[in-house]
């Protein structure tokens, strides 16, 4: 049996996660290390590159690299992005990283390069109009109020881009996570959009472009002491976590889907020459020749978790009987489940949560269905965008645990979902590229074995129709209200 060993690692929102894995997609050791976000005021959300994203590798690569029976063939780390971190010329982050579409400080810097460069021109080039989610805005934040950093800043990092830096001494970043910089990148140029990186970001140098399962450099001696990884390892690009997860689910021909059950929720199509849509993210795909149409919502998981620390943090296994106690439309409740303001559809910053229709009869179980079921329903609006129903839609992620939830969402979209039977997620995608880039296996491998088929249950359709049919019609209805009260509370 082949005994070479490749190591994925993914640095996601609340924890970063990693495996040592066999070329025939044998799991030989996990570890994992929690961390939390800060929020140090409304609307920004942080990591701290050198104490949560490199402490967190030199972690897991201590725990996992005694298990590698053989040689180590090659090391991929993924993470979440789009997000920034400047650093110095030593590498040294200059301050926390702003992350991805959950932090909202740059909305006006977003609003402003609409304007100046054209929302149509930005969607044609770019593939993405311009939202929290993007990272040109938020350069253009670092450089406008932050100036003393932006002076000082030798380049900027995304979570992968950075540990791959620390790494081998790379600057490098792969031309999917690359395409989220709207409107710094150009789809049909695949590179960097020159004129506009002139006009948003000058004076600072932008790295060069890889593929993501493409070896960019070996491991240099420093990292090779601080993480115990042999030194000359080749290490592969590497992307932005959720597509690395999507990779790892077999989600990889025209048509397929991943949706991940996660902190937030994320959807990912593969397409090949995906048109622009002004309510999606239109990507580079993880490989050449393909594309991907992308949508994020701003809460998932961390809803479901407010639900239980307000009721007084009952054990899961509980909580969830009592939601599925609860009869479909969890009698008569309606969950707008923006409480961390939205991104895709309806991309507004100020959206806030709604319970609509509580009574003195309802119980913490009809809550929890309800925050299911407002879940499933942003999940269908996004359904409803796309030019082609899902052929295939594989579910990811954390919340896969969770039953109950995968299957409201099932019968809220009348989409059947398959499970995977690993489910470690991005880092075991990372992995897989990681063996594809270094010729462990052939391209096309995938490692990819379905546990369960979650169908739909037809006879929901009415109810759940109904209650989707009233979802936008509550939010048109409350956006207004919402709006006023933070006025009068700020």
Known sequence: MNEE???????????????????????????????AITMPRPGWAELNAETVWWHDVKAVCAELVPHASASLTGVCVSGIGPCVVPCDGSLRPLRPAILYGIDTRATAEADELTARLGHDAILERGGSTLSSQ????????????????????????MASSFVVARLTGEYVLDHHSASQCDPLYDLEGEGWAAEWIDEVAPGIPFPRLQWPAEVVGTVSAAAAAATGLPAGTPVVCGTIDAWAEAFSA???????????????????????????????????GIEPGTRTYAAGTATGGSLTEWIRDLVGRPNWPTLVAEAGAAPPGARGLLVLPHFAGERTPIY??????????????????????????????????????????????????????????MQVVTDVTDVPQDVPEQTIGAAYGDALLAAIGTRLVPQETDWTRIKRVIEPDDTLREVYDGVYRNYPTLYAATSGIVRELQELSA
Do not use: N
């Not at 993914?10 to 994992?32: E, F, M, P």
């Not at 993007?134 to 990092?157: D, F, N, Q």
């Not at 179980?365 to 407002?374: F, H, K, N, Q, V």
């Open 5 to 35: 060993t490749v190591l994925g690692i993914d640095i996601g929102t609340s924890a970063t996660k990693a495996v040592l894995v066999r070329a025939d997609g044998t799991v030989l050791a996990v570890a994992r290390r929690q961390h």
């Open 134 to 157: 993007a990272l040109g805005p938020k350069l253009l934040w670092l450089r406008r109020h932050e100036p003393e950093i932006w002076e000082a800043a030798s380049g900027w990092y």
């Open 250 to 284: 077999g989600v990889r021909q025209p048509g397929q889907a991943m949706l991940m059950y996660g902190s937030t929720m994320f959807f990912i199509q593969i397409a090949c020459g995906a048109h622009p849509h002004r309510l999606l993210w239109t990507t580079q």
């Open 348 to 405: 507004d910053p100020l959206a806030r949560g709604v319970v609509a229709g509580l009574t003195l009869r309802h119980r913490r179980g009809d809550i929890l269905r309800a925050a299911y079921e407002g879940i499933g329903c942003g999940i269908r609006q996004i359904l409803e965008l796309l030019e082609t129903r899902p052929d295939r839609l594989v579910a990811v992620g954390g919340g896969t645990q969770a039953t109950l939830w």
